[in-house]
């Protein structure tokens, strides 16, 4: 792997062990759900929010619990970073952090591949909108994707986790694919919570026009809860992060 590739990529692939459930405290099952792993397996899990409840790590643990009982392929997944910025705890929590410190964020797109099929998860953004939300712009997530031989315009299948600027700001880079969400993320950005300014100042409303364009032209694949997208890998709402956000087992 050449250097330039490996600035910009971070190379995981990661599974699980078997993980006992009863007897164990949320915290405990929490955790050895997260440190567990080995490598025959694959379980990916994005969008991790330190301060879960009980309940929250209950949820989540039990569907990989479930998931580990299940005969999977093995995936390469590749963590493409392609922008990151400077920020503190109150910039990226709403309502603000009282314990406020220095917090940068990466931003990344994700490639899950094996040899019969590859699938791209969330889109990223582009340089005009880097600039306007002040985001050091590294390269184009297609760009990236170029390093790994993938070619954006032969991505059969993209998952669109949450529609969040920095994960929907690319939908028409990939314009020969079909794109995966839940239905009530599609409900909630186009719904009545986007009448008020905190809850969209993170959604871009051309970005969210381009995903409806996409389902009147059938290229896009609704998810209702727990569904597998492809062999080993499933769609979920998340429990943990905004309504409609969706995790990938």
Known sequence: MSAAMRSSCHIACIGYGKLPLDGISAERRFRQCFERLIVDQLSIMFLVIPHLSASSKNVMCARLHKAQTMTHPAYEVFAVKYAERDGTRSDHFMGGDPHDAP?????????IRNRERQLLVDTGFHLELAA????????????ALALLDVDSQKISEVVITHMHNDHAGGILDYPNATFHMQDVEMAYVTGRQMRHEFLRRSFVAEHVVSMVRKVFE???AF????DEIAPG??????????RGCSAYV
């Open 103 to 111: 917090m940068p964020m990466a931003y990344y797109v994700w490639l």
């Open 218 to 220: 059938d290229r896009v």
């Open 223 to 226: 998810h209702d809860g727990d």
């Open 132 to 143: 306007r939300r002040n985001r050091r712009y590294l390269r184009a997530p297609t760009d």
């Open 233 to 242: 890998i499933v769609s979920t709402e998340s429990p943990v992060t905004p």
